[in-house]
C-alpha cells in the first residue's frame, strides 16, 4: 500500500515538472506577444464608431497580396482598439435655407451587407453582395446606364442617366429600393458618377453634367429633396483636367475630389464646402507612398479617414518591366499621413486596369470597389482582375456579376454602392 502511494506520488511530481520545462520563459513570452500585437496592428485600421460603442472598423491590413476569385469572406471577430478620429474639417457645417432635409441615420452593424446597388446593362438592379444575382430591377430603359447612390438606412435610391442620352431624360431621381415610383428630385442636370451622401442621409454630393452647358462639369452639393446648397466649376468635360468621383465626409462639411490630367492623377483635393469658393481652393492631398498618385478616394464612414487607391508605376517604363501595382491605403484626411495599409494587386494587363468606383458600408467595415479597363477588347474578356470586388479585410472577392447580352456581349455591373 506504501508503495503505491509513494509510485502515485512520484508520477505526479514527473509530470509537473515535465509541464513546467515545457512552459516558455518569460522573454519567450514577451516576445511572442510583441510579434501577435504587430501582427494584429498590420491587419486593422484603428477606430472606433462612438455610436455603436464598439471598435469597428475596416481591416486594413499589410497583406500585399493579389485579389483572389471565390475567396470566401472573413467574419469579424476582432474589435479594433479606440481611437480618436480626425474631422476632415473645423468649419461649422453649412446649412440649408430651402427645403426639407432627411435625417434617416443607419444604425452602425458589422454585418456585411446582403445586396448592392448598380447600372447592369439597361437597367438598374438590386444585386446579390454573395452570389452577384439580380434580385430586383428598380428601372430598365434601352441602352442606357445609371449613376446610383443609396441613402444611409439602404432604403433609398439616388440615380441619373448616364451616356449621350442623358440630357433626353434629365435629373436625378428618388424611389424606395423597395419598390415604388420614381420621384424626379433635380431637374436639368444629371450625375456624372457615384451619388454620394452623409451620415444622416441629410445631404447629397456629386458630380454632373449640366444639359445645355457645352459639356460643363460641376461638382454640386444638395440637400436630401434636391435643394442647392452649393456647386463648384470643375471645366469642359473634354478637358485635359478631370475630376472623376466625389465623397462625401460623414459629417457632411467636406468633399473629397478625386483629381486627374490626361490619364494622369493629380492627387485629391478636400473642400471645406463652407469657404471654399473653387475646387483649386481645397488642400491637396497626395498619397503617402513615393512614386505613387491616388486613382480614387472616399471617406471612411465612423472615423472620417480618408481612404485611397493609390497606384504605383516603375521609375523608368523603358527599362522596368515591374508592373503598375494598386495599393489600399488610409490616410488622415488633415495632415496626409499614412495610418494602414490594404490590399494590393498588379496590373498584369499592360498598364490598362483602373479602380473605377469604390463604396463603403455604413458601418465602414465592409468596402466594395469596380475595377475596369482603359481598353474597349478587355470589356468582351474576362480578365481575372476587372469586374466588382468586396473586401472586409484578408482578400478582396470578386463579385460574380457577369451576365452576357442577347448579342453575346459581357456585362458587369457599374458604380456599385451599398
Same mark, same amino acid.
Given at each position: 500500500?506504501?508503495?503505491?502511494?509513494?509510485?502515485?506520488?512520484?508520477?505526479?511530481?514527473?509530470?509537473?515538472?515535465?509541464?513546467?520545462?515545457?512552459?516558455?520563459?518569460?522573454?519567450?513570452?514577451?516576445?511572442?506577444?510583441?510579434?501577435?500585437?504587430?501582427?494584429?496592428?498590420?491587419?486593422?485600421?484603428?477606430?472606433?464608431?462612438?455610436?455603436?460603442?464598439?471598435?469597428?472598423?475596416?481591416?486594413?491590413?499589410?497583406?500585399?497580396?493579389?485579389?483572389?476569385?471565390?475567396?470566401?469572406?472573413?467574419?469579424?471577430?476582432?474589435?479594433?482598439?479606440?481611437?480618436?478620429?480626425?474631422?476632415?474639417?473645423?468649419?461649422?457645417?453649412?446649412?440649408?435655407?430651402?427645403?426639407?432635409?432627411?435625417?434617416?441615420?443607419?444604425?452602425?452593424?458589422?454585418?456585411?451587407?446582403?445586396?448592392?446597388?448598380?447600372?447592369?446593362?439597361?437597367?438598374?438592379?438590386?444585386?446579390?453582395?454573395?452570389?452577384?444575382?439580380?434580385?430586383?430591377?428598380?428601372?430598365?430603359?434601352?441602352?442606357?446606364?445609371?449613376?446610383?447612390?443609396?441613402?444611409?438606412?439602404?432604403?433609398?435610391?439616388?440615380?441619373?442617366?448616364?451616356?449621350?442620352?442623358?440630357? =433626353?431624360?434629365? *435629373? +436625378?431621381?428618388?424611389?424606395? !429600393? &423597395?419598390?415604388?415610383? #420614381? $420621384?424626379?428630385?433635380?431637374?436639368?442636370?444629371? @450625375?456624372?458618377?457615384?451619388?454620394?451622401?452623409?451620415?444622416?442621409?441629410?445631404?447629397?454630393?456629386?458630380?454632373?453634367?449640366?444639359?445645355?452647358?457645352?459639356?460643363?462639369?460641376?461638382?454640386?452639393?444638395?440637400?436630401?429633396?434636391?435643394?442647392?446648397?452649393?456647386?463648384?466649376?470643375?471645366?469642359?468635360?473634354?478637358?485635359?483636367?478631370?475630376?472623376?468621383?466625389?465623397?462625401?465626409?460623414?459629417?457632411?462639411?467636406?468633399?473629397?475630389?478625386?483629381?486627374?490630367?490626361?490619364? =494622369?492623377?493629380? *492627387? +485629391?483635393?478636400?473642400?471645406? !464646402? &463652407?469657404?471654399?469658393? #473653387? $475646387?483649386?481652393?481645397?488642400?491637396?492631398?497626395? @498619397?503617402?507612398?513615393?512614386?505613387?498618385?491616388?486613382?480614387?478616394?472616399?471617406?471612411?464612414?465612423?472615423?472620417?479617414?480618408?481612404?485611397?487607391?493609390?497606384?504605383?508605376?516603375?521609375?523608368?517604363?523603358?527599362?522596368?518591366?515591374?508592373?503598375?501595382?494598386?495599393?489600399?491605403?488610409?490616410?488622415?484626411?488633415?495632415?496626409?499621413?499614412?495610418?494602414?495599409?490594404?490590399?494590393?494587386?498588379?496590373?498584369?494587363?499592360?498598364?490598362?486596369?483602373?479602380?473605377?468606383?469604390?463604396?463603403?458600408?455604413?458601418?465602414?467595415?465592409?468596402?466594395?470597389? &469596380?475595377?475596369?479597363? #482603359?481598353?474597349?477588347?478587355?470589356?468582351?474578356?474576362?480578365?481575372?482582375?476587372?469586374?466588382?470586388?468586396?473586401?472586409?479585410?484578408?482578400?478582396?472577392?470578386?463579385?460574380?456579376?457577369?451576365?452576357?447580352?442577347?448579342?453575346?456581349?459581357?456585362?458587369?455591373?457599374?458604380?456599385?454602392?451599398?
Amino acid at each position: 500500500m506504501r508503495e503505491d502511494l509513494l509510485k502515485e506520488q512520484l508520477m505526479s511530481y514527473a509530470r509537473s515538472a515535465a509541464e513546467v520545462a515545457s512552459q516558455p520563459g518569460a522573454a519567450a513570452i514577451h516576445r511572442r506577444a510583441r510579434r501577435h500585437y504587430r501582427r494584429v496592428a498590420a491587419l486593422t485600421v484603428a477606430g472606433v464608431l462612438a455610436a455603436a460603442g464598439v471598435g469597428v472598423g475596416l481591416g486594413l491590413g499589410r497583406d500585399q497580396t493579389t485579389p483572389t476569385v471565390d475567396q470566401p469572406s472573413p467574419p469579424v471577430t476582432s474589435p479594433l482598439p479606440p481611437a480618436s478620429s480626425t474631422p476632415p474639417t473645423t468649419s461649422p457645417p453649412a446649412t440649408s435655407t430651402t427645403g426639407p432635409t432627411s435625417t434617416t441615420r443607419a444604425p452602425a452593424s458589422a454585418r456585411m451587407p446582403a445586396t448592392f446597388v448598380a447600372s447592369l446593362g439597361n437597367r438598374l438592379a438590386v444585386m446579390s453582395s454573395t452570389t452577384g444575382r439580380t434580385v430586383q430591377t428598380l428601372v430598365s430603359a434601352p441602352q442606357a446606364q445609371f449613376a446610383v447612390g443609396l441613402s444611409p438606412d439602404g432604403a433609398t435610391a439616388y440615380y441619373s442617366r448616364l451616356g449621350p442620352a442623358a440630357c =433626353d431624360q434629365p *435629373g +436625378v431621381f428618388r424611389m424606395p !429600393v &423597395a419598390g415604388g415610383p #420614381a $420621384v424626379r428630385i433635380v431637374d436639368g442636370e444629371s @450625375a456624372a458618377g457615384p451619388i454620394s451622401t452623409s451620415a444622416d442621409g441629410s445631404r447629397l454630393a456629386y458630380l454632373t453634367n449640366v444639359c445645355g452647358a457645352n459639356d460643363q462639369v460641376d461638382l454640386v452639393l444638395r440637400d436630401a429633396a434636391g435643394a442647392l446648397l452649393r456647386r463648384w466649376a470643375v471645366g469642359p468635360a473634354l478637358s485635359a483636367a478631370r475630376a472623376i468621383t466625389a465623397s462625401l465626409s460623414p459629417n457632411g462639411r467636406a468633399i473629397a475630389v478625386t483629381l486627374f490630367d490626361e490619364l =494622369d492623377p493629380v *492627387g +485629391v483635393r478636400l473642400l471645406d !464646402v &463652407a469657404h471654399d469658393a #473653387a $475646387v483649386g481652393d481645397g488642400r491637396l492631398i497626395q @498619397a503617402p507612398d513615393p512614386g505613387c498618385k491616388p486613382v480614387n478616394a472616399l471617406f471612411q464612414p465612423g472615423t472620417g479617414r480618408l481612404v485611397m487607391v493609390e497606384r504605383c508605376l516603375p521609375k523608368d517604363p523603358r527599362t522596368d518591366s515591374t508592373p503598375p501595382r494598386f495599393t489600399l491605403v488610409s490616410v488622415d484626411p488633415v495632415s496626409g499621413r499614412l495610418l494602414a495599409r490594404g490590399f494590393a494587386f498588379d496590373d498584369h494587363s499592360g498598364a490598362d486596369l483602373d479602380v473605377t468606383t469604390m463604396d463603403f458600408d455604413r458601418s465602414g467595415r465592409y468596402l466594395l470597389y &469596380a475595377v475596369g479597363s #482603359a481598353d474597349p477588347a478587355d470589356s468582351q474578356v474576362a480578365r481575372p482582375q476587372t469586374g466588382t470586388w468586396r473586401y472586409g479585410g484578408g482578400r478582396p472577392v470578386r463579385v460574380a456579376d457577369d451576365r452576357r447580352s442577347s448579342g453575346g456581349e459581357r456585362i458587369t455591373s457599374i458604380g456599385p454602392t451599398w
